[in-house]
């Protein structure tokens, strides 16, 4: 699947793994869901890097954020000009490097971007399952893809790891399968939704569900509800960023070719950015799969029905670090402190770290080499 | 840096001291853990749990490259999350002088672990009388390397106010070590006066 050739293999500089492909892994076997819906068979779409070894003793599973998808390194081909998500942290000599270990990254189920989700068609009708589609939570993305893992061979894993919302099915992964995980990193990310990211995403699907265009998640495909997901994407891309960082990237700047400063259609550069950021993500995503995941998001709560964290973690087996960023005020360092507080009151090992960005929830996505070490080391060590 | 080695051997010492006080497979927290070095060498030798608690990433990092479990935050924050007793020890090692509220931090302690260390640089030292004496102000040497402007802020502890400390607070002083000035062999005598460097095993009476 990847294509590096050896002379870089021999070298200690980072390498990239160049060109890959996605698979999908078809599973026939039906997927029960935690809310009590069921899909009597589904697809996973997946991406790999690296070679696994003899005994499968080398995999990682990279969990994608909420708009992220299997494609987390290396270009489709020679003319693709945009790297997998996460192609910083992921190939030959990076922190997550694929000379060792083998990657596995899919599409979360209830995703659009291959996997079974909303706006697949239901083999039963014909048709998109929309809003039939089973009432979805975190535990379902990480039951669909222990299948996708059983289906490559791998009983256990090196490490989990994931940002967000990847870093909540880290967490589930290590409370519902712990035999199968030995090392857990979950960054900027939290064990439940708070009223406020919940508040957020409240925002966001009425925006859709107001749009006239989404007909109760009956919309086709050519006229999808775009100014409704729009504009969800340009509320939800200010809690990815930082006050700081935004005011760095754009402070009043005005947009160039801009005539007048009271257009309400253009003017300041971070409108214009936000509104690139809301009908570019149209094209990509699809409205009814926002609406799934984001109200998979505001349901995780991994505190048990006794309302302790504690009681849930004490099956965890792995070595879980929880990594805080300074500015991300959407899941706060308090927020990744505190799984690492509730793990260490049950006796597990579990490792808190703290480091300092001003790019706010994003900070995990973008270069930063401390986080390189701390993951490099964390999985070494 | 050279400084900072030279104080890393001098703890060797401190460090042998404390494995022997540890049993094996006990709970350990280490306030101020640094790189780890002590902690990792624990489990080594004893095979405790271990955590370290830090607020400099820097450190983290390199306790984390140890395997060693740690908590990047402040030392209040980690005392905190755990309920009376957890630990079998806490080991405040050149900690204490540098805190803000040692008073708290000590009482703390006292609840969350069974048994508590408290190592520090002994202020009383003939070194420092003299110094204070003859130049008028305190210390610059290869252990308060740096002067007034430069350095933090630091609580100048000594071996008789500690006990005094002890005493007024209700708290037993189990075990004590001393060490002389090179930080290396034993001080028996006088250590108020003699000691370079004193380390006290407590608990709550």
């Not at chain 1, 993305?141 to 880290?170: C, E, F, N, P, Y």
């Not at chain 1, 009425?206 to 509320?235: E, K, Q, V």
């Given at each position: 699947?990847?294509?590096?050739?050896?002379?870089?293999l021999?070298e200690?500089?980072p390498?990239?793994?160049?060109i890959?492909?996605?698979?999908?892994?078809h599973?026939?076997?039906?997927?029960?869901?935690?809310?009590?819906?069921?899909?009597?068979?589904?697809?996973?779409?997946?991406?790999?890097?690296?070679?696994?070894?003899?005994?499968?003793?080398?995999?990682?599973?990279?969990?994608?954020?909420?708009?992220?998808?299997?494609?987390?390194?290396?270009?489709?081909?020679?003319?693709?000009?945009?790297?997998?998500?996460?192609?910083?942290?992921?190939?030959?000599?990076?922190?997550?490097?694929?000379?060792k270990?083998?990657?596995?990254?899919?599409?979360?189920?209830?995703g659009?971007?291959?996997?079974?989700?909303?706006?697949?068609?239901?083999?039963?009708?014909?048709?998109?399952?929309?809003?039939?589609?089973?009432?979805?939570?975190?535990?379902?993305?990480?039951?669909?893809?222990?299948?996708?893992?059983?289906?490559?061979?791998?009983?256990?894993?090196?490490?989990?790891?994931?940002?967000?919302?990847?870093?909540?099915?880290?967490?589930?992964?290590?409370?519902?399968?712990?035999?199968r995980?030995?090392?857990?990193?979950?960054?900027?990310?939290?064990?439940?939704?708070?009223?406020?990211?919940?508040?957020?995403?409240?925002?966001?699907?009425?925006?859709?569900?107001?749009?006239?265009?989404?007909?109760?998640?009956?919309?086709?495909?050519?006229?999808p509800?775009?100014?409704?997901?729009?504009?969800?994407?340009?509320?939800?891309?200010?809690?990815?960023?930082?006050?700081?960082?935004?005011?760095?990237?754009?402070?009043?700047?005005?947009?160039?070719?801009?005539?007048?400063?009271?257009?309400?259609?253009?003017?300041?550069?971070?409108?214009?950015?936000?509104?690139?950021?809301?009908?570019?993500?149209?094209?990509?995503?699809?409205?009814?799969?926002?609406?799934?995941?984001?109200?998979?998001?505001?349901?995780?709560?991994?505190?048990?029905?006794?309302?302790?964290?504690?009681?849930?973690?004490?099956?965890?087996?792995?070595?879980?670090?929880?990594?805080?960023?300074?500015?991300?005020?959407?899941?706060?360092?308090?927020?990744?402190?505190?799984?690492?507080?509730?793990?260490?009151?049950?006796?597990?090992?579990?490792?808190?770290?703290?480091?300092?960005?001003?790019?706010?929830?994003?900070?995990?996505?973008?270069?930063?080499?401390?986080?390189?070490?701390?993951?490099e080391?964390?999985?070494?060590? | 840096?050279?400084?900072?080695?030279?104080?890393?051997?001098?703890?060797?010492?401190e460090?042998?001291?404390?494995?022997?006080?540890?049993?094996?497979?006990?709970?350990?927290?280490?306030?101020?853990?640094?790189?780890?070095?002590?902690?990792?060498?624990?489990?080594?030798?004893?095979?405790?749990?271990?955590?370290?608690?830090?607020?400099?990433?820097?450190?983290?990092?390199?306790?984390?490259?140890?395997g060693?479990?740690?908590?990047?935050c402040?030392?209040?924050?980690?005392l905190?999350?755990?309920?009376?007793?957890?630990?079998?020890?806490?080991?405040?090692?050149?900690?204490?002088?540098?805190?803000?509220?040692?008073?708290?931090?000590?009482e703390?302690?006292?609840?969350?672990?069974?048994?508590?260390?408290?190592?520090?640089?002994?202020y009383?030292?003939?070194?420092?009388?003299?110094?204070?004496?003859?130049?008028?102000?305190?210390?610059?040497?290869?252990?308060?390397?740096?002067?007034?402007?430069?350095?933090?802020?630091?609580?100048?502890?000594?071996?008789?106010?500690?006990?005094?400390?002890?005493?007024?607070n209700?708290?037993?002083?189990?075990?004590k070590?001393?060490?002389?000035?090179?930080?290396?062999?034993?001080?028996?005598?006088?250590?108020?006066?003699?000691?370079?460097?004193?380390?006290?095993?407590?608990?709550?009476?």
């Amino acid at each position: 699947m990847n294509d590096f050739s050896t002379d870089v293999l021999e070298e200690s500089r980072p390498g990239e793994v160049g060109i890959v492909a996605y698979s999908d892994f078809h599973s026939s076997e039906p997927l029960d869901f935690a809310l009590g819906g069921r899909l009597e068979s589904f697809d996973i779409r997946y991406e790999t890097y690296g070679r696994l070894n003899a005994d499968a003793s080398n995999a990682i599973l990279v969990c994608h954020a909420l708009t992220g998808d299997h494609h987390c390194a290396g270009v489709y081909s020679i003319n693709d000009r945009k790297e997998g998500w996460w192609n910083n942290i992921i190939g030959p000599n990076k922190p997550l490097d694929t000379n060792k270990y083998f990657i596995v990254c899919s599409n979360c189920i209830g995703g659009c971007m291959g996997s079974t989700g909303p706006s697949s068609l239901n083999p039963a009708t014909g048709r998109p399952y929309n809003l039939s589609f089973p009432a979805l939570t975190v535990k379902d993305m990480v039951a669909a893809q222990a299948r996708l893992l059983d289906h490559l061979g791998i009983k256990t894993l090196a490490l989990a790891i994931g940002g967000s919302m990847g870093g909540m099915q880290v967490l589930q992964w290590a409370v519902d399968y712990p035999e199968r995980v030995r090392k857990a990193i979950a960054l900027a990310t939290t064990s439940r939704e708070n009223a406020q990211s919940i508040a957020f995403n409240c925002v966001g699907r009425t925006s859709i569900m107001r749009d006239p265009l989404w007909n109760n998640g009956n919309y086709s495909a050519d006229t999808p509800p775009r100014f409704g997901l729009g504009i969800a994407r340009m509320m939800a891309h200010i809690t990815y960023l930082s006050e700081k960082g935004m005011e760095e990237k754009f402070g009043r700047q005005l947009r160039q070719g801009s005539d007048s400063k009271f257009a309400f259609d253009s003017g300041f550069e971070v409108e214009n950015y936000l509104r690139y950021q809301g009908s570019s993500f149209v094209n990509r995503f699809d409205a009814n799969s926002y609406l799934y995941i984001t109200r998979a998001l505001d349901l995780y709560d991994l505190r048990a029905p006794d309302g302790t964290l504690e009681t849930s973690l004490k099956k965890v087996k792995a070595r879980v670090m929880a990594v805080g960023f300074t500015s991300d005020w959407l899941y706060p360092p308090e927020q990744n402190l505190e799984i690492v507080q509730a793990l260490l009151r049950c006796g597990k090992d579990a490792t808190y770290a703290e480091i300092e960005s001003d790019l706010g929830h994003d900070s995990f996505l973008i270069e930063s080499p401390k986080l390189y070490e701390l993951i490099e080391y964390f999985l070494e060590a | 840096m050279s400084g900072n080695k030279q104080i890393s051997k001098k703890k060797k010492v401190e460090l042998r001291e404390i494995c022997e006080w540890v049993g094996y497979g006990d709970r350990v927290m280490d306030l101020g853990c640094g790189r780890g070095i002590l902690l990792a060498e624990l489990v080594n030798l004893k095979n405790v749990y271990a955590l370290g608690v830090d607020s400099d990433f820097g450190k983290i990092l390199r306790a984390v490259k140890r395997g060693v479990n740690v908590m990047h935050c402040d030392i209040l924050t980690a005392l905190k999350t755990f309920d009376d007793n957890s630990f079998d020890w806490i080991i405040c090692s050149n900690t204490v002088s540098e805190l803000e509220n040692p008073k708290e931090i000590v009482e703390e302690s006292l609840r969350v672990a069974k048994r508590v260390v408290i190592g520090f640089v002994n202020y009383g030292f003939w070194y420092n009388r003299l110094y204070l004496l003859f130049k008028g102000g305190r210390t610059v040497n290869k252990i308060y390397q740096k002067g007034w402007d430069s350095a933090r802020p630091a609580n100048q502890i000594s071996v008789n106010s500690f006990k005094e400390f002890c005493e007024a607070n209700d708290i037993k002083i189990n075990r004590k070590h001393f060490l002389k000035g090179n930080w290396r062999a034993p001080c028996k005598f006088m250590p108020n006066l003699f000691a370079g460097y004193a380390l006290f095993e407590i608990s709550k009476k």
